[in-house]
């Protein structure tokens, strides 16, 4: 082509580039049209475009050149090109080396199962807080639930904003679900009694324990008998048994030193006589030898048995540690005493949840 080509416009091959400096470096731009003449003019107004929006500050590179590989990196609305699924998938791994075991798993399982199929596909900046609270009305879900899911969605969006990916954050107006609270559904003694004697040896002294310790089945799985002094009447809980892992207790107060009830004591007795595992945790899966796996083996394998045969009303496992609090404060425990038994803080929680047990 032997026309004069105005500056900073060439032709390459089959298409036209335009080239421009922008904060002090060279930017070329191949724009994908043949290099006839009405085309290389509007090449050239392009360019002018360019230019004057650099030289009056208001030069954005995705309005101009929205499939360049610069577009993310130099735009201020980076959020237009950055997909929600590759928001949350880059926030996951970034906080792979810092989040616990668990909560990376529960984090993993509210991206891939809840949030990438709804919003994954979307730009980052087209995401709306009536969007989220619309899909939010229709998940039928606990309020808790919806709320854990919520966490990756929150954080991300915050680091987004924090980047300047995005000018506002559309989770900042996003109400989080109110939380309904269930009632302890505690065991009597006699109910209790039953379930107990439903069971025999090691998975029998696994649940006298837990009705007369208030240990959570996290814990009494993470039991070893290094922490177990039976001299002294006491067990020390120091971890927790965490999707198969073993970590220590969820909170400072959950490391605890719990007063061993008679009953509680003799499930340990008994328990020390039948130790058949080499690994040192007070109670094991009789079939492997070795500490249970986690809460979920334990409940189908040995709970549900003991309710059926039993032929106590279900509740879930965890009731018998209500039941354990109920009892106590029943009996005129002070509430404090039961606080620090169960590895809460202040008795706070317990006179919120468990107040009308409480002897005035």
């Known amino acids: 082509m032997d026309r004069k080509l105005p500056r900073g416009v060439t032709v390459r091959g089959n298409s036209v580039q335009v080239s421009f400096s922008y904060q002090g470096q060279r930017y070329r731009e191949t724009l994908r049209m043949e290099p006839s003449t009405p085309n290389i003019k509007a090449a050239a107004r392009l360019l002018e475009a360019v230019k004057h929006d650099i030289a009056m500050g208001k030069f954005d590179y995705l309005d101009h050149f929205p499939n360049s590989k610069h577009a993310m990196r130099l735009s201020s609305k980076a959020g237009h090109l950055i997909t929600v699924d590759k928001l949350l998938n880059d926030w996951l791994k970034r906080v792979a080396n810092r989040a616990a075991y668990s909560t990376l798993k529960d984090y993993s399982s509210a991206v891939r199962y809840h949030l990438i199929p709804r919003f994954g596909a979307m ?10 609270e619309d899909w939010l009305t ?7 639930r919806k709320n854990n899911i919520l966490i990756p969605l929150r954080q991300a969006f915050e680091d987004a904003l924090f980047e300047g990916l995005i000018d506002r954050n559309p989770m900042d107006r996003v109400r989080s679900a109110k939380q309904v609270r269930s009632e302890p559904e505690p065991f009597t003694k006699a109910e209790a009694q039953k379930i107990i004697e439903a069971l025999e040896g090691v998975e029998r002294n696994f649940y006298q324990f837990a009705f007369y310790s208030g240990l959570r089945t996290s814990e009494l799985i993470a039991l070893r008998w290094e922490n177990v002094d039976i001299e002294r009447n006491v067990v020390h809980v120091r971890s927790a048994c965490v999707r198969g ?3 220590e207790t969820k909170t400072k107060s959950g490391w605890r030193s719990v007063e061993l009830l008679p009953m509680a004591k003799k499930a340990l007795e008994d328990q020390f006589k039948r130790q058949a595992n080499s690994d040192g945790f007070v109670f094991f899966d009789p079939k492997l030898l070795k500490r249970w796996k986690n809460d979920q083996v334990v409940r189908k394998r040995v709970w549900m048995k003991a309710i059926r045969k039993s032929g106590v009303r279900y ?3 965890y009731q018998t540690r209500h039941s354990y609090a109920s009892w106590l404060l029943s009996g005129g425990e002070n509430p404090l005493k039961v606080a620090n038994q169960m590895g809460h803080s202040d008795w706070g929680m317990i006179r ?8 005035i």
């Open 123 to 132: 730009r980052v900046a087209e995401l709306k807080t009536s969007q989220i």
């Open 138 to 144: 229709e998940l039928r879900l606990s309020g808790k």
């Open 245 to 247: 892992i073993i970590k």
């Open 315 to 317: 509740r879930k496992p």
């Open 352 to 359: 919120k949840v468990y107040g009308r047990w409480i002897e």
